[in-house]
């Protein structure tokens, strides 16, 4: 019995193998990656804005209770102590980071080398009409 339908190879089709950039786990490495490059860059610049931004915080809570006579007990921020800093954001982007990493590396790299070649596997179809 002969099958009517052709293969792949006779359709013009080929398999092909998946780009690494049509994995969305590559676009959340690389924007993880690139968000902790700016963090790097931008971290001392980020910080003194924060250091700015809390001591207005603090003077305004200074004067509130001056206003109210209760003697200031707040310290003033420094760039070393501050309220805020960018500690959380950079843990949660290198997890980010680091899960994206091996998820990314498990599906396009370890699972391929997993998967036999296509001229390994025998076509079924192939195969029943030999019989």
Known sequence: MVSTQPNPEQRGETSRKKSI???PWYWVYLFSTAVLIAIVL???KIIERQTIDERNYQARQRTYQQASGEQPDIPLSTNDNQLITLQPL???F???LAVSWIILWYKH???RDQEPLAKDVEDPVVQGSQE
């Open 109 to 111: 790299f370890y699972r």
């Open 94 to 96: 290198a997890i980010v």
């Open 42 to 44: 931008l971290g001392p």
């Open 90 to 92: 950079i843990i949660t």
């Open 21 to 23: 950039t049509e994995s």
